[in-house]
């Protein structure tokens, strides 16, 4: 799927989703590669079981085009938020996720959009790649994970190693100056009180929201 929604835990083609609900106000999630720079520990990539009609699995990476004649087809007025979320790595095709982006914000101005990140595009690009949000991008949600350098590579397995994590803030410190709202995740169940607790005061240093994810195992 390209374009779909989420309901308890499960994922929908849009058609189908607003078919059966056509009066609940939800977000659409927006799949544009298979491919992620981390390998972590948690990740669904590797455990949920999905039907092939309702699969987050690219077999091709798709074009803009594909991605605009989906949103075209979308019921707007019941839609709350764009998020570009899969399970890959959206920061991987930067050039196609603004130019997405820019659509969004030209056909639906008034619907917020948010990334799901994280946070290793600039790394991945070699340069502060902030800038190409700038009024395209309302809410950047940023992958924290761990309290330390040390713990994050050994949940990621990040192919950048132990720089990964610096750069992850440094990331999140140029998106603040672009966009309306940065925050930070961390899972619940994978996560050890003590380091929540330490996760939230980096964020409260880093002037970021923490915001805990439950975590899905099916």
């Known amino acids: ?7 308890g835990g499960k994922y929908f083609p849009v ?3 607003f078919a059966n609900d056509a009066e609940t106000l939800r977000g659409i999630y927006i799949n544009l590669t298979n491919r992620c720079n981390n390998d972590c520990v948690f990740c669904l990539r590797d455990k949920k079981v999905m039907a092939a009609e309702k699969s987050l699995w690219l077999d091709e990476e798709p074009t803009v085009d594909d991605v605009k004649a989906e949103l075209n087809a979308v019921p707007f007025h019941l839609v709350k938020e764009i998020v570009f979320c899969g399970f890959g790595e959206p920061t991987i ?14 056909i639906q101005p008034n619907i917020s959009t ?15 790649i902030s800038a190409d949000f700038k009024n395209i991008l309302d809410v950047a949600s940023i992958s924290l994970n761990a309290a330390t350098a040390e713990r994050y590579l050994k949940i990621t397995r990040s192919k950048f ?14 998106m ?5 709202q940065v ?9 050890p009180p003590d380091e929540i607790s330490a996760c939230k005061k980096i964020c409260a240093e880093h002037g970021v929201t923490l915001r805990i994810r439950p975590y899905e195992n099916s």
């Open 161 to 174: 190693g132990i720089q990964a994590y610096a750069a992850m803030f440094t990331f999140a410190e140029h």
């Open 114 to 128: 948010r990334l799901n990140t994280n946070g290793l595009g600039e790394l991945e690009h070699g340069r502060d």
């Open 176 to 180: 603040k100056k672009t966009v309306p």
């Open 1 to 7: 799927m390209i374009v779909y929604t989420v309901k």
């Open 15 to 17: 058609a189908e989703s």
């Open 93 to 106: 095709r930067l050039a196609e996720l603004t130019e997405i982006l820019r659509y969004v914000k030209k």
């Open 183 to 191: 925050v930070m995740t961390i899972v619940d169940k994978v996560t």
